[in-house]
């Protein structure tokens, strides 16, 4: 083995350890289609990035189009071990109360 193969056998053993760990928190979904962006998914986006910038136990991400345009802002939250939910016609304030319901417990 060179030390580059060992280099690379490092780097994919440390991310496969941050997806284990990633897998661990709840996963909330904005979806950022141009559809979605027209009714308000930056704004929800925006809200649930800044009321938990410090949390560890949630990752917030956003994807492409979920096909469910007439219901823009939508919101998929995957718990670990559970379906993933998803939500229509996102506010800020209701992704806001949504999600802190799911990382209360």
Known sequence: MTLQ???QLKENI???HAMTRDRQKVRITIGMGTCGIKAGAQD???ALKTQFVDS???????TGCLGMC????????????RPAVTYFYMTPDRARRIAAGYLAG
Do not use: T
Request: glycine share 8%; charged share 20%; net charge negative.
């Open 5 to 7: 193969d060992l280099e």
């Open 14 to 16: 440390l991310s496969e």
């Open 44 to 46: 929800v986006l925006s």
């Open 70 to 81: 007439s219901h823009e802002p939508v919101m998929q939250v995957a718990v670990p071990g």
């Open 56 to 62: 560890r136990g949630v990752m917030i991400n956003h």
